[in-house]
């Protein structure tokens, strides 16, 4: 078991930065595939991004590539969402999710560890 708390949420302006943190605890993130979703208010929650087990491989959704990037520091076993040039369509709850399985997956159903959330606004 693993348990993930985020942290790093907050209000920020159009085009400004942000960077999310998911602590991990129980177990270390080298021995699952790991991802950040999103959902906004009256939309179901959305992939935004994952790293591979062996840290190697990354996958963003294309309404954030080229300014989301996902990494791991495997010695706070944290991994992060560095947000740049961000936008109002941004605006969500943030959710780190966790899988055991080998594998880069897009779809909530199969990821078996969540967060609680990070709430994430952007003002126009």
């Known amino acids: 078991q693993v348990q993930l708390v985020e942290s790093g949420g907050g209000l920020v302006q159009a085009g400004g930065s942000l960077r999310l943190s998911c602590a991990a605890s129980g177990r270390t993130f080298s021995a699952y595939t790991t991802a950040w979703f999103r959902q906004a208010p009256g939309k179901e929650r959305e992939f935004v991004a994952a790293?591979?087990?062996?840290?190697?491989?990354?996958y963003y959704a294309d309404s954030v590539k080229g300014r989301f990037t996902i990494s791991i520091d495997n010695t706070r076993n944290t991994v992060y969402l560095q947000m740049n040039s961000l936008k109002p369509e941004d605006t969500a709850v943030y959710y780190c999710?966790?899988?055991?399985?080998?594998?880069?997956?897009?779809?909530?159903?199969?990821?078996?560890?969540w967060g609680q959330g990070t709430q994430v606004t952007v003002s126009s």
């Open positions: 999710a966790a899988r055991a399985a080998i594998g880069i997956m897009t779809q909530t159903a199969l990821y078996n560890y």
């Open positions: 790293l591979s087990r062996n840290g190697f491989s990354t």
